[in-house]
């Protein structure tokens, strides 16, 4: 009975907090694939250019990004982060430590991972569109923006779907990792329960399980989007296993 | 930059190789024999086996590696069964507890993979292996097992990149592999780029060694579909 009181929504109770450190999460994953987005279409682009210096640029950037392990990255970002916004705070006449807040932190490493990963698949929806469609275009003059507007943007995004599901579930489970910055997420939230409890295997197995309630339900939601955006697509039963 | 400091935190780091290949080896050796074992459940045809196949891949692929392993190092430490049994000098020791987690959720993941593979066998080809006489381990061993692993090896490969880079987690269980050292010189010197550009290297390196392994193991798996090269030929023609 004590297991149901520690995860109940008692005074002694963690219920309230693992639900708030769940949103947390999902907050945060939501804001690093906002940035991984923005990142990594600049990224596809560097990557699909003619340019050669801009196109070693782009793969550099997804070979370091996919090659390093994801807590290196995160310590990079928030140790760096922070020694940089120490340095700003000692221009401004603040002397003493400043450290870059963790979810912003947090945010911006998982963020600029999870770019490398969904450069590659923009890049892969990119290069699924039909040739023709983009000659068509070029056909009856449409200019480089309308092009990007109305041919390439819709379909890279219907394409992109099932890989950006995949990156979003990576995203999902290397934000556990940001609990070394100490943001109260979901892992860090029962890192600590387990730690002032000394209940580690009743926590570890319920902050897992809303993990679990995490991934399966975002499945959900992504296919819901797969089939909502190929509804009117002749061949939308292809894809699907 | 001051290449002195560079050079030694090179060589600080590089005394952490070991464990961290250590780690990767172990399990990626045990993961791999694990996965075998729940992908033969998972197409095994049984309801019950192929049922706790399911489960066990949709545990050990949707929750972070991170709560697997904590689980694993301080969640069955709480249990005195665990503690009086057997297996405490193994659970007791950092290292096994992450080699032990590390391969159990590469399991999950690399069974699809293989599950992959077997699906991508042509139907045809066994039931030519059948029509035959060719059956049980004869079929798996001759038809099935060398084309599934030619077709699972390019995500394999990635699979197994993957666990290279989650070896740092053992960080985390207090196993000083590269990323633990690393962290600790960033937190004694803050000179965090020039640490992360050494640990980074590292990890570079060993990921393009094995990425080129791989490549190399299917090319020499796939002589079959290849034209054949000039230097045949021509030894041919002279023949």
């Known amino acids: 009975m004590a297991s149901f009181e520690l995860l109940g929504f008692g005074p002694t109770g963690w219920?309230?907090?693992?639900?708030?450190?769940?949103?947390?999460?999902?907050?945060v994953t939501a804001a690093a694939l906002a940035i991984g987005a923005v990142v990594g279409t600049a990224?596809?682009?560097?990557?699909?250019s003619s340019r050669v210096p801009l196109k070693i640029l782009g793969n550099a950037y997804t070979t370091v990004f996919r090659g390093v392990p994801e807590l290196l990255i995160i310590y990079l970002i928030y140790f760096g982060g922070s020694s940089v916004v120490t340095a700003f705070g000692k221009m401004?006449?603040?002397?003493?430590?400043?450290?870059l807040p963790s979810f912003?932190?947090?945010?911006?490493?998982?963020?600029?991972?999870?770019?490398?990963?969904?450069?590659?698949?923009?890049?892969?929806?990119?290069l699924a569109i039909a040739t023709g469609e983009i000659e068509a275009a070029l056909a009856i003059g449409m200019p480089r923006a309308?092009?990007?507007?109305?041919?390439?943007?819709?379909?890279?995004?219907?394409?992109?779907?099932?890989?950006?599901?995949?990156?979003?579930?990576?995203?999902?489970?290397?934000?556990?990792?940001?609990?070394?910055?100490g943001l109260a997420e979901l892992m860090r939230t029962s890192q600590v329960a387990a730690g002032s409890t000394r209940q580690y295997f009743l926590f570890f197995i319920a902050g897992g399980c809303l993990y679990l309630l995490l991934t399966s339900f975002s499945d959900q939601v992504f296919n819901w989007f797969e089939r909502r955006a190929n509804r009117s697509m002749p061949t939308a039963t292809i894809g699907k296993a | 930059m001051d290449i002195g400091f560079l050079y030694s935190t090179f060589l600080t780091l590089m005394a952490a190789l070991p464990t961290t290949l250590a780690l990767f080896a172990l399990s990626v050796f045990i993961g791999g024999l694990l996965a075998l074992l729940v992908v033969w459940m998972r197409v095994s045809g049984n309801p019950v086996l192929s049922a706790f196949?399911?489960?066990?891949?949709?545990?050990?692929?949707?929750?972070?590696?991170?709560?697997?392993?904590?689980?694993?190092?301080?969640?069955?430490?709480?249990?005195?069964?665990?503690?009086?049994s057997f297996l405490w000098p193994y659970l007791r020791e950092?290292?096994?507890?992450a080699v032990l987690s590390l391969a159990l959720c590469t399991a999950g993941y690399s069974a699809e993979i293989f599950r992959g593979g077997i699906r991508a066998v042509s139907a045809k080809e066994i039931e030519a292996a059948k029509a035959i006489g060719m059956s049980g381990f004869l079929l798996v061993r001759r038809i099935l097992?060398?084309?599934?692993?030619?077709?699972?090896?390019?995500?394999?490969?990635t699979e197994v990149v993957l666990m290279m880079k989650s070896t740092a987690l053992a960080s985390l269980v207090t196993v000083w592999e590269v990323t633990g050292v690393a962290q600790r010189l960033i937190s004694q010197t803050y000179r965090t780029m020039e640490v992360f550009l050494c640990a980074a290297v590292i990890y570079l390196v060993l990921n393009f060694i094995l990425l080129q392994a791989f490549a190399l193991l299917e090319y020499a798996l796939s002589r079959h579909r290849r034209a054949p090269s000039f230097a045949t030929v021509d030894a041919a023609k002279t023949a």
């Open chain 1, 43 to 48: 990224v596809t682009a560097a990557k699909l």
């Open chain 1, 92 to 99: 401004l006449g603040y002397d003493g430590f400043l450290g």
């Open chain 2, 53 to 84: 196949a399911k489960v066990y891949i949709f545990v050990f692929r949707g929750s972070p590696l991170l709560i697997q392993m904590f689980l694993i190092f301080y969640g069955l430490a709480q249990f005195s069964i665990v503690r009086h």
């Open chain 1, 15 to 27: 219920g309230a907090l693992l639900i708030g450190a769940t949103l947390m999460t999902l907050a």
């Open chain 2, 94 to 97: 950092p290292f096994d507890c």
């Open chain 1, 104 to 126: 912003l932190a947090g945010s911006l490493a998982v963020g600029l991972i999870s770019a490398a990963y969904q450069a590659e698949v923009y890049r892969g929806a990119y």
């Open chain 1, 146 to 181: 309308g092009r990007l507007r109305r041919i390439i943007m819709p379909q890279v995004c219907r394409f992109a779907i099932p890989g950006l599901g995949n990156v979003w579930q990576l995203s999902l489970k290397d934000s556990a990792l940001i609990s070394v910055t």
């Open chain 2, 145 to 157: 097992a060398p084309i599934a692993f030619r077709h699972a090896l390019p995500a394999y490969s």
